[in-house]
């Protein structure tokens, strides 16, 4: 089994700054060199891509409304991977997710790829 938590979620007034953090434990040692992700979800709204980074850190995805604002990362000695968000918008509101993908080697925007999930944190964006 692999757990994944989230974590560093809040409320934030518009145009600061947040960094969210993904651990993943249990038997990573079986899954090999994964890929992580963040995803966001608005009430109403479909899941949406955030950003996604492979395991070496050279292939990383953005979506395009966090272009120039948000940065991933992630420590992979500690199985932790992190979201620095600035520039925060109200329209940034929304439970975010991270995920784990064993289907691929590069980052990757697509949900439907990832089999694993921790359960959000919810970051809320004040005008």
């Known amino acids: 089994q692999v757990q994944l938590v989230e974590s560093g979620g809040g409320l934030v007034p518009a145009g600061g700054s947040l960094r969210l953090a993904c651990a993943v434990s249990?038997?990573?040692?079986?899954?090999?060199?994964?890929?992580m992700g963040w995803f966001r979800q608005a009430p109403q709204k479909e899941r949406e891509f955030v950003a996604s980074i492979a395991y070496t850190g050279i292939s990383i995805l953005y979506g395009d409304s966090v272009k120039g604002r948000f940065t991933v990362s992630r420590d992979n000695i500690k199985h932790t991977m992190f979201l620095h968000m600035s520039n925060l918008k109200p329209e940034d509101t929304a439970l975010y997710f991270c995920?784990?993908?064993?289907?691929?080697?590069?980052?990757?925007?697509?949900?439907?790829?990832?089999?694993?999930w921790g359960q959000g944190t919810q970051v809320t964006v004040s005008s």
């Open positions: 249990g038997q990573t040692f079986g899954i090999g060199n994964f890929v």
């Open positions: 995920g784990v993908s064993l289907t691929t080697t590069l980052a990757e925007r697509d949900r439907n790829n990832y089999q694993y």
